[in-house]
Antibody, heavy 117, light 106 residues
Framework: QVQLQESGPRLVKPSQTLSLTCTVT??????????WSWIRQPAGKGLEWIGH???????DYNPSLKSRVTMSVDTSKNQFSLKLSYVAAADTAVYYC?????????WGQGILVTVSS | EIVLTQSPGTLSLSPGERATLSCRAS???????LAWYQQRPGQAPRLLIY???SRFTGIPDRFSGYGSGTDFTLTISRLEPEDFAVYYC????????FGQGTKVEI
């Protein structure tokens, strides 16, 4: 079974870049079985799809975040990453990574990232 | 962008009762690419239903989904204590989007 684990800084200053990594076990990112996705959830609010990446590096991003999002994949480490630039307080949220086969089949436990000076 | 509207916002029921949750899309969801997720407090969401009506691996058969086009429904036939949670629908026919959620509470 696929398992995912988010990691990265939990506190980011306004205007800086949020950087997170998702480590995948139980499947190879390069197998082509899934897209690899990021989703976020502000405290007490709903879910927002940020975007996804395929093993080949093909990406698709939420249009509302597209100008600030970059995703990448490191098949040698079986990891994929998210960078969100020029963050503000509104970007404070729990960030989840997930495997995507259309639907989001398996999720990481999530990591709370706070944007504050 | 497809906007998903879930109703009701909150559903107050008792264990053993039947829950019916609605998800309406602002335009037709292609291929019935509609999923339902359950999120318990402090936990990540988990996939229940994909393709509008297919149960994911390990999901009990008291959960069922149906619908097509713009109207979709999740039914929980007999609520168990662990089913009291927030439920989200998601479309993945175009740029993915989520509904705002329905809370099922005692």
């Amino acid at each position: 079974q696929v398992q995912l684990q988010e990691s990265g800084p939990r506190l980011v200053k306004p205007s800086q870049t949020l950087s997170l990594t998702c480590t995948v076990t139980g499947d190879s990112i390069s197998s082509g079985s899934f897209y690899w996705s990021w989703i976020r959830q502000p405290a007490g609010k709903g879910l927002e799809w940020i975007g996804h990446i395929y093993a080949t590096g093909i990406t698709d991003y939420n249009p509302s975040l597209k100008s600030r999002v970059t995703m990448s994949v490191d098949t040698s480490k079986n990891q994929f990453s998210l960078k969100l630039s020029y963050v503000a307080a509104a970007d404070t949220a729990v960030y989840y990574c997930a495997s995507e086969h259309g639907s989001l089949d398996h999720w990481g436990q999530g990591i709370l990232v706070t944007v504050s000076s | 962008e497809i906007v998903l509207t879930q109703s009701p916002g909150t559903l107050s029921l008792s264990p053993g009762e039947r829950a019916t949750l609605s998800c309406r899309a602002s335009q037709s969801v292609s291929g019935s690419y509609l999923a339902w997720y359950q999120q318990r407090p402090g936990q990540a969401p988990r996939l229940l239903i994909y393709g509008a009506s297919s149960r994911f691996t390990g999901i009990p058969d008291r959960f069922s989904g149906y619908g097509s086009g713009t109207d979709f429904t999740l039914t929980i036939s007999r609520l168990e204590p662990e089913d009291f949670a927030v439920y989200y629908c998601q479309q993945y026919g175009s740029s993915p989007s989520f509904g705002q959620g329905t809370k099922v509470e005692i």
